[in-house]
């Protein structure tokens, strides 16, 4: 059985959580508490050095632990429906998109948070060293979370999808990424007319919903 360890408040493994959903992927799931430390405990770091989730356990023994690698063997290994395209044109438009939403929406978004909370003092990045906040990135990062959601507006104007005329990952990123906004109280207006239709729909797929 496929083992997925996840975590409910945290984005990363929410982009794995949908992309299982929509590629219908049984699995089992663990869950694992990040505000309790568990990824930092050894048990964890037998499992992933790297102290993150998601971790993906596949049945013939590979062990994933980032969302690249995870969505390269979902798709693969179930290639319906399609996630990362099927012309090479959709591929590459998909891709570039999905390292779109993931740098300029999620990492401005973690950066923001992670250099601003108390909370993660000390904590600026995940993994197992620490290292201290830059309350300038911070600031930065809000401007560039910004800016990411005047584009992804702009990009959505006429479109039903981030990339192609399919659903696809970079909708699955553009989403988790605007969601996770919200911790740094970044949310669409009324200005996002475009980008508030979209993730209006996207609300309506099961795995997004839930």
Same mark, same amino acid.
């Given at each position: 059985? /496929?083992?997925?360890?996840?975590? +409910?408040?945290? &984005?990363? =493994? ?7 959903? $929509? #590629? ?8 694992v ?7 930092l ?6 499992l992933?050095?790297q ?13 994933l632990?980032?969302?690249?690698? /995870?969505t390269?063997?979902?798709? +693969?290994?179930? &290639?319906? =429906? ?7 044109a $959709? #591929?590459?438009?998909i891709a ?6 993931e ?17 993660m ?23 560039r ?10 990009r959505l104007?006429?479109?039903?999808h ?21 911790i ?6 009324d ?20």
């Amino acid at each position: 059985m /496929i083992t997925f360890y996840d975590c +409910a408040t945290a &984005p990363s =493994p929410r982009r794995t959580r949908i992309l299982l959903a $929509e #590629k219908g992927i049984p699995h089992e799931t663990v869950h694992v508490d990040l505000r309790k430390g568990e990824q930092l405990g050894e048990a964890f770091r037998r499992l992933n050095p790297q102290c993150t989730v998601p971790v993906l356990c596949t049945d013939d023994g590979l062990v994933l632990t980032d969302n690249a690698g /995870i969505t390269a063997w979902a798709e +693969a290994a179930y &290639p319906d =429906p399609p996630l990362l395209g099927v012309t090479p044109a $959709e #591929k590459a438009e998909i891709a570039s998109w999905n390292w779109r939403c993931e740098f300029e929406g999620l990492m401005a978004v973690a950066d923001a948070m992670r250099n601003s909370s108390p909370a993660m003092a000390g904590r600026a990045l995940t993994g197992p060293v620490n290292y201290e906040q830059i309350p300038a990135l911070a600031e930065r990062s809000l401007m560039r979370l910004r800016q990411f959601f005047t584009d992804l507006n702009a990009r959505l104007e006429g479109r039903q999808h981030v990339a192609t005329d399919r659903f696809s990952v970079a909708d699955i990123t553009a989403v988790v990424a605007v969601d996770f906004a919200r911790i740094v109280k970044v949310k669409p207006g009324d200005e996002h007319l475009h980008l508030l239709r979209w993730r209006e729909s996207m609300g309506r797929r099961p795995s997004i919903a839930s």
